[in-house]
């Protein structure tokens, strides 16, 4: 079975561009999380979304947004990038929402910002 | 709100030695916890986790945690490493009754020698 795919691995952007990273979760999950993982810190939550309705917002700016497709794969886009925005960016997929629920990683995407 | 504090960003420790990696949390409202481990270049995977029940959690790979309400515990330890668990090693919390969105600490490095 295939886990938690994520595309591209790696991407170098510039200061002010924008970018779209996208998720595609284990057959049969129908919600996917995003979060970012800056260097030498643990992940922190973006977005949660289950049945392509958002359930869960963390502490972002507005540059970031997300959605979710029939298909229960999932995008997140950053606008206007800051060098702070450099981080991995890890997608989550689980069966269902709540805490009952494990939630399966993806390898990532790494995102540097220049 | 919720926080995860890891106390050790590093624990070096050599091979067949136990090992313990602290984690403390602080909440206002019940909590549930986890370990996940990262090896180099890949995503999360989920150790183990306190819903509910016997305090003392086995998990995967011989690792095993107990959770302690009183001191808001909940520490991980191996009774004899090996140098495959070489990773990072991250405590999470999620709140109960919430979407399963969680909070991370910041992760302890752990170094296995020969």
């Known amino acids: 079975d295939a886990g938690v795919t994520q595309s591209p691995t790696h991407l170098i952007k510039t200061r002010g561009q924008q970018v779209t990273l996208r998720c595609s979760p284990i057959s049969g999950h129908k919600s996917v999380s995003w979060y970012q993982q800056v260097l030498g810190q643990g992940p922190q939550f973006i977005f949660q979304?289950?049945?392509?309705?958002?359930?869960g917002r963390g502490n972002f700016p507005d540059r970031f947004s997300a959605r979710q497709f029939p298909n229960y794969s999932s995008e997140l886009n950053v606008n206007a990038l800051l060098l702070g925005d450099s981080a991995l960016y890890l997608c989550?997929?689980?069966?269902?929402?709540?805490?009952?629920?494990?939630?399966?990683f993806g390898q990532g995407t790494r995102l540097t910002v220049v | 709100a919720q926080s995860v504090t890891q106390l050790d960003s590093q624990v070096p420790v050599f091979e067949e030695a136990p090992v313990e990696l602290r984690c403390n949390y602080s909440s206002s409202v019940s909590v549930y916890l986890f370990w996940y481990v990262q090896y180099p270049n890949q995503g999360l995977q989920l150790l183990l986790k306190?819903?509910?029940?016997?305090?003392l959690v086995k998990g995967i790979n011989g690792f095993e945690a107990e959770f302690n309400k009183s001191q808001t515990s909940f520490h991980l330890r191996k009774p004899s490493v090996h140098i495959s668990d070489t990773a990072e090693y991250f405590c999470?919390?999620?709140?109960?009754?919430?979407?399963?969105?969680?909070?991370f600490g910041k992760g302890t490095k752990l170094s296995v020698k020969p």
């Open positions: 979304y289950y049945e392509k309705e958002e359930r």
């Open positions: 989550a997929s689980s069966s269902t929402t709540g805490v009952n629920t494990e939630a399966f």
């Open positions: 999470a919390v999620t709140m109960r009754g919430s979407q399963g969105n969680l909070i």
């Open positions: 306190y819903l509910s029940g016997s305090t």
